[in-house]
């Protein structure tokens, strides 16, 4: 299991690699068992470079705008102070549902109606390695995929929906939506973020 290292990036060493993971609804603070599932894959594609893992902290609440807002902003200062901190340490955002929607609101200047973004810095693109999301509900909030919202972060980003999930398509079966940690997407995003590290 993923461990989760919640803190300052100066208050430890400089990893190689950073996965900063915005965990869904309802989760216990950390990454969540989605953003569990796909670091355990990643770390096995990166040979032995070291990684860690920042759980972005905000609620994860049933209120959605404020909750994912408020996701928006921690991730945002947590992403600059590591890149501040640790220039050479490669970023990886990622997300499942809701978290998925606060990485859209960090890597793209739109939202939708009763979301605040807090867009990345324009210097902070370079530290960005990859972006991978799970169940994102603002592909039907017209906002649209990660690939497509972004022309900076759109190649650099996988935005994983499975069959029928409701949130992410047009579906009706809400227990797609619970099997990103177990349907083989954790490890097919893994892959691509692997491949550009």
Do not use: W
């Amino acid at each position: 299991m993923a461990t989760n290292m919640i803190g300052s990036a100066a208050a430890e060493p400089c990893p190689d690699i950073e996965v900063v993971y915005a965990r869904g609804t309802g989760a216990p603070p950390g990454a969540g068992m989605v953003g569990d599932a796909f670091v355990d894959a990643l770390r096995t594609k990166v040979g032995g470079r070291s990684i860690a893992v920042y759980g972005v902290n905000y609620p994860a609440s049933r209120d959605f705008g404020p909750s994912a807002s408020a996701g928006a902003v921690d991730a945002r200062t947590h992403v600059q102070a590591t890149a501040d901190a640790c220039p050479d340490t490669r970023i990886v955002l990622g997300g499942t549902s809701q978290g998925a929607g606060v990485i859209a609101l960090i890597i793209s200047g739109t939202a939708p109606r009763g979301y605040t973004p807090a867009p990345l810095a324009p210097e902070i693109a370079d530290h960005i390695a990859a972006i991978a999301v799970f169940g994102n509900p603002t592909r039907n909030m017209a906002v649209g995929p990660l690939p497509m919202i972004s022309p900076v972060y759109g190649p650099k980003s996988i935005d994983l929906c499975a069959d029928g999930d409701p949130f992410c398509s047009n579906g009706i079966n809400v227990f797609a939506h619970l099997s990103y940690a177990v349907n083989g997407m954790t490890d097919e995003a893994a892959d691509f973020v692997a491949a550009r590290l």
